[in-house]
């Protein structure tokens, strides 16, 4: 543990706990990606199913639980409670284009081919991609609550604070994770824009917009 570790963490959960809080105050989903929710549900579980077989510490698995029901508990407020205000027109993300290449590179490229591994390597690949649907649906609509943005901010901090914990690791532990660093690495581009257009406009009072596509 380290301090971007735990400042990543705490940015991850921070991220989370907006948009839940989002959710139950206004009571509506509106301009949240219902299948972004679905990929990080998906993401938790295929990587936490060694919450069954390895014990690593206190903050590690509680750490793990309250990220699986967060995800839930937002798929559940998306999809049941308040599905009636799901924009799902505009949540038109084709999963399968994510899924597909994202399962057969988890077969191909593992550190071993055994069944919890290749779900964990699936896990991460998935995690890098995941957000796509969000950013494609403001795309789509053209703006984004500043709730949302809040919320995209601090999911890419996490990532970033996540970069440098690597690079700090393998200075002082020699450790290098080869997949999860490029996975990140993948992940964090995506929010490059996003974190501009975040500093340059919401941190100054403005609704962040985006050109409508042609």
Request: with cysteine; glycine share 4%.
């Amino acid at each position: 543990m380290n301090v971007f570790r735990i400042l990543g963490d705490v940015s991850h959960l921070l991220a989370m706990i907006i948009l839940l809080l989002k959710i139950w105050r206004s009571k509506s989903c509106a301009g949240i990606s219902g299948k972004s929710q679905i990929l990080f549900a998906l993401v938790f579980t295929t990587r936490y199913l060694d919450l069954l077989t390895n014990f690593i510490s206190i903050y590690n698995t509680v750490m793990k639980i309250i990220f699986l029901a967060c995800s839930y508990t937002t798929v559940y407020m998306i999809y049941g409670k308040y599905r009636n205000t799901f924009d799902s027109e505009n949540d038109s993300f084709r999963l399968e284009f994510l899924l597909v290449p994202v399962t057969g590179l988890s077969f191909l490229e593992n550190y071993n081919f055994t069944p919890l591994e290749i779900l964990w390597t699936f896990s991460i690949y998935l995690e890098s991609v995941a957000i796509l649907p969000q950013l494609f649906m403001i795309s789509k609509t053209g703006e984004a609550e500043t709730i949302t943005t809040h919320y995209l901010f601090f999911l890419g901090l996490y990532r970033t604070l996540y970069l440098a914990n690597w690079i700090w690791r393998y200075h002082t532990e020699s450790f290098y994770d080869q997949i999860a660093v490029v996975s990140g690495v993948v992940q964090t581009i995506f929010y490059c824009d996003f974190f501009y257009l975040y500093v340059t406009k919401v941190l100054k009072g403005k609704k962040l917009s985006l050109p409508m596509p042609v």
